[in-house]
């Protein structure tokens, strides 16, 4: 059955997927519809099996889930519109993807412009959210005609005066509470409440125009009531802004730190009441936005990793895959992630890949580079595995391929993504 044909015969209009399968970096790419039990397990197998001789990483990019994700942001903040922080995840599939479903961009650096105003995307869709950029990305915004950016400090609104005076401005505050984050952002960003004012008078003795309030609780934040405070904060902000004589600002900007799940549940509620709280009846002159990365993209995609060697020691089983954390799983070490695996024992037991009922010991994996830092999981109970079977991440799309790296000359870049779709409703 084509996908389209699924999509309706499961009530769900296909217009949104139609969007997505004609975008730029998905379209002409085959996309393959996954089973209802089983399925990305199930094709990660077929195309091991249907590739012989594969024996390098590849990821499985769920479309289903990411158009499922657009639905839960919409549903629980629909007066907040997502700019996808590219940093994230840069796949362009994905990219086009967020693109056909009306998703802005934040963008850090001109590469990140670059690649999405190649997906065809207007630069009104971009926020050159970096508050500290090099004055050659400044031009390079100018030039392109990306007019709405992030500062924090003097120095910023010179580069800003001299290279981009028409650009719209955020004044970037720090929260002033504590999120829980995984990556904290506020010891880096941030104007502290007692130089909000004073930014606000340089800004205004430059002939910059500030357009509004941005801030950023934190990557992976835990405690939601976070964005709360950070919204009263940004409230304060306005009335400063107001008592200055600056023309009305007209956009808040409520940052990342979302997560899938029932985190962001109960973040969209923090926010919805926080609105209603601090910004009642701004219906028709405020435009709330927000810079969500991992809550899109981190259960979108799946890894495939090939064990590549393997040593018994006593009950102790310990493996060698072909990515670590110098590739994918920096995620380990940068973005504090736990991960978790499922073996695929395509060539050691076709008769029962996923190994349900077997014995498991206790397991190390290893990453292929010739570092001992390079360990991806210690204590994991695994079944027996060969050389040449297979080892499945899930929840690999958040600070993975972007932040991987080619040391030792194993090249994460050139990992190859798949593209698949799951109906879920």
């Known amino acids: 059955m ?7 015969a499961n009530g769900r209009s296909p217009k949104s997927l139609q969007a997505i399968l004609g975008a730029p970096g998905v ?18 197998q077929s195309i091991i099996l249907k590739n012989q001789h594969l024996q390098d990483p590849f990821y499985v990019l769920d479309l289903g889930v990411v158009l499922n994700l657009m639905d839960i942001w919409t549903r629980t903040l629909p007066m907040v519109r997502p700019f996808y922080a590219v940093k994230c995840n840069p796949d ?12 802005g961009f934040d963008c850090a650096s001109r590469a990140e412009i670059e690649a999405v105003l190649a997906l065809g995307v ?6 050159f959210a970096n508050p500290c950029k090099s004055e050659s990305h400044i031009k390079y915004a100018a030039s392109v005609g990306v007019n709405l950016t992030t500062f924090d400090s003097r120095d910023e609104l010179e580069k800003i005066r001299k290279w ?27 104007a502290l409440p007692d130089e909000v004012a004073q930014l606000l008078q340089a800004a205004q003795a430059a002939r910059l125009s500030v357009s509004g309030v941005s801030f950023h609780i934190g990557s992976g934040a835990t405690h939601s009531q ?7 904060a940004a409230k304060s902000a306005f009335e400063t802004a107001a008592r200055l004589g600056l023309p009305q600002m007209r956009v808040l ?63 102790l089983r310990e493996y060698w895959i072909n990515d670590g954390v110098y590739g994918s799983m920096n995620c380990i070490l940068y973005d504090h992630a736990t991960l978790t695996c499922v073996p695929l024992a395509c060539t050691s037991d076709r008769a029962n890949p996923t190994c349900e009922g077997d014995g498991t010991y ?11 830092l390079d360990t991806v999981l210690t204590g994991h109970r695994l079944p027996e595995l060969q050389v040449n079977d297979w080892l499945v991440f899930p929840n690999m799309g958040a600070y993975t391929m972007a932040a991987g790296s080619n040391f030792n000359g194993f090249k994460t870049s050139a990992i190859l993504t798949y593209l698949s779709y799951s109906n879920l409703i």
């Open 2 to 8: 084509a996908i389209s044909e699924e999509l309706q």
């Open 27 to 44: 379209g002409g790419k085959r996309v393959t519809a996954l089973e209802k039990d089983g399925g990305l397990l199930n094709f990660m």
């Open 92 to 103: 362009p599939a994905f990219l086009g993807t967020m693109a056909a479903l009306g998703s």
């Open 122 to 127: 207007s630069p009104d869709r971009i926020i």
């Open 164 to 190: 981009h005076p028409k650009c719209a401005l955020l004044i970037r505050i720090k929260p002033p509470e504590d999120s829980g984050a995984r990556c904290p952002l506020g010891p880096k960003y941030g």
């Open 226 to 232: 976070a964005y709360g405070g950070a919204i009263e």
């Open 253 to 315: 900007n409520i940052g990342g730190g979302f997560t899938a799940g029932q985190q962001f549940e109960e973040a969209g509620s923090n926010v919805r009441a926080a609105l209603q709280t601090y910004f009642p009846n701004s219906q028709g002159y405020l435009s709330v936005i927000a810079e969500p990365g991992r809550f899109f993209v981190e259960s979108a995609f799946a890894l495939a990793t090939n064990v590549i060697g393997k040593r018994v020691r006593g009950e």
């Open 362 to 372: 206790s397991s190390t994996v290893f990453g292929p580079t010739c570092d001992a």
